[in-house]
């Protein structure tokens, strides 16, 4: 059984989906795995994360463990269109202009913290960010956390 946020997460996309049979999301769902990891470590447009977590929601099985497998990864690839979003570290080194909304920790410039976030926001837990200066031993923490999270939940399942 999954964890209930897990859980109602996944039900709450499913329905969305359904009500939205139209929407470009469908195009995504197609996208083969080892395609929507290439686009998740070389988009930039920020509107691309919600796609790639329509994919790995429907794919959760091996999608999880893939955006776990990158949160040692501190490419850089930078980040658009993120409007109504405010990474603290970004903004005091001048990367992104200080705006009204959503405060993360999760540097979403690097593919370490774009995994990060995306993890959080499909499971609903929350082991750490993967901040702009976070280290290659804090990461490496954080992906160890998500390791048996995940370990758990395959026990279970």
Known sequence: MLPKTFNENIIKHKV??????????????????????????????????????FWTIFNYKTGIKELIKRITNT??????????????????NGDMPLERGEVINDDLFRISGKASYLLK????????SAGMYATDEELTKLQQKWIKWYNRLSSVN
Request: glycine share 6%.
């Open 16 to 53: 969305y989906f359904n009500e939205h049979p139209d929407s470009i999301i469908i195009k995504y769902l197609k996208i083969p795995e080892e395609n929507i990891y290439d686009m998740f470590e070389n988009e930039k447009e920020y509107t691309s994360l919600d796609n790639i977590k």
């Open 75 to 92: 490419k850089e690839i930078g980040l658009v269109g993120a409007y109504d979003l405010v990474i603290n570290d970004r903004v005091e």
């Open 121 to 128: 926001e499909i499971t609903g837990e929350d082991f750490g």
